[in-house]
């Protein structure tokens, strides 16, 4: 396809810990755009007119280029148009590629974000529940993807308004053990981790509000 556009957008909260290698894989000539303000609103429409997205998908020509709409529609806080380009984007992965590709399993995490964002827990745990263990099989458990499904799986279980106790106690559980791996395997304090220490205060605290 010519004139492709290639466009990783990263920048918000709370956003996907890939490794750079990880970014690569998805997309390997992308160009960041390091926040919203800096991605110009004309580059959505230019996207949209040059890519078909039904065509992408119908025809598994380059689904990267919706996976990048989709990131620049989720910085930009369009969450609804994200979560549709993200699920069409990890179906046409799927279909193309198998759901063992790491391609796919990226697909997959940023599928889970878009979901998590718009509070839709259920259907996130779900998607983590069916890809955690493809992810465990065939990177390996302390893989940043494996980790990074778990944490979100131990986000969306804490973070539900209609979570049980049980559900926060495996929450914080799951997290203190993605803590422990990802600091022996990337080092402490390494940014794409940093928030697994206020995800674990907020699951202890919501923990603790079942026994008063």
């Known amino acids: 396809m010519s004139e492709n556009i290639y466009l990783s ?3 918000f909260a709370d956003a996907e810990h890939f490794s750079r290698e990880s970014q690569g894989l998805l997309n390997p000539h992308y160009v960041r755009v390091r926040a919203a303000e800096n991605a110009p609103r004309d580059l959505i429409r ?13 025809c598994g020509v380059d689904v990267h280029t919706q996976s ?8 930009l806080g369009r969450f609804d148009q994200a979560l549709r380009s993200r699920r069409d984007a990890y179906s046409g992965f799927v279909r193309f590629l198998g759901e063992s590709s790491q391609k796919t399993l990226i697909a997959a995490t940023n599928y889970a974000v878009s979901l998590k964002a718009l509070q839709r827990f259920e259907e996130a745990k779900a998607l983590m529940r069916k890809t955690m263990p ?7 458990v302390e893989h940043d993807l494996t980790l990074n499904f778990r944490d ?3 986000q969306c279980l804490y973070r539900d308004d209609n979570a049980s106790r049980g559900d926060v106690a495996e929450a914080i559980e799951i997290l203190e053990d993605v803590q422990r791996r990802a600091r022996r395997v990337f080092g402490p304090g390494h940014p794409n981790w940093e928030s697994l220490p206020r995800d674990l205060m907020a699951a202890r605290e919501k923990l603790a509000g079942f026994d008063t």
Do not use: P, S
């Not at 990048?68 to 910085?75: I, M, P, Q, R, V």
């Not at 493809?134 to 390996?140: D, S």
């Open 9 to 11: 957008v990263r920048g």
């Open 46 to 58: 230019v996207l949209e007119r040059r890519h078909c997205l039904a065509e992408i998908i119908e």
């Open 68 to 75: 990048n709409l989709a990131d620049t529609y989720h910085t």
């Open 134 to 140: 493809v992810a465990r099989r065939t990177l390996g």
């Open 152 to 154: 979100i799986y131990a």
